[in-house]
Every structure is written in structure tokens, then in C-alpha cells.
């Protein structure tokens, strides 16, 4: 069990898998065509922008945190995590010869690039820099998670029936969902980042993560209506947010922590 759950998590197939869950659903709820291709597209990027920024995050603290298990995960099986990163990159890369292109599809995804350069590069000039300004990182996710889903929607010509609503309660709950991971980085982090932890402290950290991911959910009960996954994400996101973060069950609770955003995709699919 622990070793299926280091490689779905740690191989950053299970964020990837969450990312996809949300495309495709909403995807299917608006009735937009080449989900198949979208899903595929979507996972392959997700996990070539993830692994990118986690082979440079390695580099730079292998010699300084020994202790992470990920990292030494990472280090352990650092010919697979290329491997695996290169492949799904030529996978995503695939991909865009077939997806439909629209000027607004352009845009988006040329925006996309440009915060996963910011995020996961050591750019010349700004090197880590954009990531010590307050909150950035958790904007940078969550708006990336916003444009990956509207993507879809800008290729097949119909950017404007996603409203307000769907960006809104994608980047709410995904900016909730990072919470616990800045919670589980407290120790490390530089205090520069001026993560929601550092400000207010763990305990009210995990509060306003849970309380942001019943906001999106609200929205999402809105245009949806009620479904019985709703009191189940309820208690995922509860488990995920409020429980506190023990090294010894890291693995099981970052699954919980991500499956709150693969469960509100499946809200859309079933809807």
C-alpha cells in the first residue's frame, strides 16, 4: 500500500489525475468535444509542469533536507522521475498537434507557460524571487488549475459559458487545497513567503483552508444542485483540512488533501 501510494503521489500522478478529473467533468457537464484528448492533454501537463518544478527543487535541497521523504524518494529514484517526466512531456507535447486551436486557446495556454516557467524555473534576473511575494505561490497554482480547465472551453469556441462561477470556484478551491501543503512546509519554508501558516498560524491555517473549500463548494451547489457527493467532499476536505500534519501519515493525508478537487469533477460528470 505505501509503496503504491509513494509512486501515485509522489510521481505527481495523483495531483495530475485530480487537474484531469475537474477538466473532464466540467468539460462534460458543458458538453464540449475532444474531452478524451483534453483529459490526456491535461494529465500529461500537469505532471511534466509538477515533475519539472520537483527535479529543480531537488537540486537545490538535496544536501539541505535529507530528512523529507519525498525528496529522497525522488533521489532514490531519480532515472525514473526523468524518465517519467520527459515521457509525459512528449505526451503533452503530442497532443497539441491534435487540440483544436483558437486564438483564446492560444492566449491561455501561452499564459499557462509563463507561470509554470515563473513557478518552477530559476529564472535569470528573478531566479526563485517570484515565489518569496506573498501568497504567489498559492495564486500561481490555482490560477494555472483556472486556465487548464478553460482551455477546453476557449478550443471549442465557447469561453463564454463558463461564467464567473466555474474560475471562481476552481481557483477557491484550489487555493484551499494548498493550504495543507503550505501547513506541512511550515518548518522549511523560507519566512519570505508569507505563506497563510506563517501569518496566522497553523491551527487558524487549517480552519480558513476548510472554510474556502465549503465557499467553492457553495458555488458549485449553486449550479449544480445537491448531489450526495457533496457531504461526502465535505468529510474528505474536513479529514484533509483539519487533522493536523503527522510525518508518519504524510502519504495518506496528501491523498486526502487533492481529493476534495477530484471529487468536485466527478460532481460535474455525474450532474
Known amino acids: 500500500m505505501r509503496t503504491a501510494l509513494s509512486i501515485l503521489i509522489y510521481s505527481n500522478s495523483w495531483v495530475a489525475l485530480c487537474v484531469t478529473s475537474l477538466v473532464y467533468g466540467i468539460g462534460s457537464y458543458f458538453q464540449l468535444r475532444h474531452l478524451e484528448l483534453f483529459a490526456i492533454w491535461s494529465f500529461t501537463g500537469t505532471v511534466s509542469a509538477y515533475q519539472l518544478h520537483r527535479l529543480f527543487r531537488l537540486r537545490q535541497l538535496k544536501h539541505t533536507v535529507r530528512s523529507n521523504r519525498r525528496l529522497l524518494w525522488m533521489q532514490n529514484t531519480y532515472t525514473f522521475q526523468v524518465i517519467w517526466f520527459i515521457v509525459n512531456l512528449l505526451a503533452c507535447c503530442a497532443c497539441i498537434l491534435y487540440i ?67 474560475p471562481l470556484l476552481v481557483f477557491i478551491a484550489v487555493f484551499a ?29 487549517r480552519y480558513a483552508g476548510f472554510a474556502l473549500l465549503i465557499i467553492a463548494l457553495g458555488i458549485q451547489t449553486c449550479l449544480l444542485g445537491f448531489h450526495w457527493l457533496l457531504p461526502f467532499t465535505i468529510l474528505c476536505g474536513a479529514v484533509g483540512h483539519l487533522i493536523p500534519f503527522l510525518i508518519g501519515y504524510q502519504l495518506r493525508l496528501e491523498f486526502m488533501w487533492e481529493l476534495p478537487l477530484g471529487l468536485m469533477g466527478l460532481w460535474f460528470l455525474l450532474a
Not at 507561470?115 to 505561490?137: E, M, S
Not at 519566512?191 to 501558516?197: A, E, Q
Open 100 to 166: 483544436p486551436i483558437t486564438k483564446e486557446a492560444i492566449i491561455l495556454i501561452g499564459i499557462n507557460l509563463v507561470i509554470v516557467a515563473l513557478y518552477a524555473l530559476p529564472l535569470p534576473v528573478i531566479g526563485n524571487g517570484i515565489r518569496n511575494i506573498p501568497f504567489a505561490k498559492n495564486i500561481l497554482i490555482s490560477t494555472s488549475w483556472v486556465l487548464i480547465v478553460l482551455i477546453p472551453f476557449a478550443s471549442n469556441k465557447q469561453l463564454t459559458r463558463a461564467g464567473w462561477e466555474i
Open 177 to 205: 487545497q494548498i493550504i495543507p501543503f503550505d501547513n506541512r512546509d511550515l518548518a522549511h519554508d523560507p519566512k519570505s513567503l508569507s505563506t497563510i501558516p506563517q501569518l496566522i498560524g497553523a491551527q487558524k491555517a
